[in-house]
């Protein structure tokens, strides 16, 4: 797989009294860039070390929807042309190609974080899923957003922050505005 050569290792978290004590900055120096979230949330990385999580600190290990926001670092779908698109063409056909059942583009809003940083926070419209040809859910809904950055020491690849958990949202919109790549 692609994104074996990226993984969220040796990377660091600290609270920071400077912005508030229930901030934690993530830091990522293989990649190269850096977020805050709140303390409400744990970091958890995937058993392949591919991507990471924001799980809410009170939430039992036994929950199946405990990762509130997925945090992933991915080559860009495609070929070798794909993999050189900017950035602002890319995101909008990158679920299209990376998720099962997304199918267009419902939302693009461009994102300039705190930092100056430009991302690009996308909704997309999904297809039913379907069993043996029977549609399992006929319910129509875009997806929550997914949030593309990309990384300048790495300009194929992008850094991706997806909503898993929509009654987190205003904690995902901070989280993307707190995204640099200065470290």
């Known amino acids: 797989m692609i994104n074996q050569k990226f993984q969220f290792l040796n990377t660091k978290t600290s609270k920071t009294s400077e912005i508030n004590s229930n ?3 993530y830091k990522n120096s293989i990649h190269g860039f850096q977020f805050e979230y709140s303390s409400i949330f744990s970091f958890e990385t995937s058993p392949n070390k591919i991507s990471a999580y924001l799980v809410p600190s009170n939430m039992s290990k036994d929950d199946p929807n405990r990762e509130a926001i997925l945090i992933t670092v991915r080559h860009k779908s495609g070929d070798e042309k794909t993999s050189k698109t900017p950035l602002a063409e890319y995101a909008k056909t990158a679920a299209t190609q990376e998720i099962q059942n997304y199918d267009e583009l419902a939302s693009i809003e461009t994102i300039t974080t705190k930092s100056g940083e430009i991302g ?38 992008t850094v991706q922050f997806y909503l898993n958990d929509p009654s987190y949202l205003s904690q995902y919109n901070q989280i993307i505005e707190s995204f640099s790549t200065n470290q």
């Open 120 to 157: 690009y926070k996308t909704t997309w419209d999904r297809s039913a899923p379907s069993l043996n040809g029977v549609v399992l859910n006929s319910k129509d809904e875009p997806s929550d957003p997914i949030t593309y950055f990309a990384l300048p020491k790495e300009p194929y690849y």
């Open 23 to 25: 901030i934690i900055v």
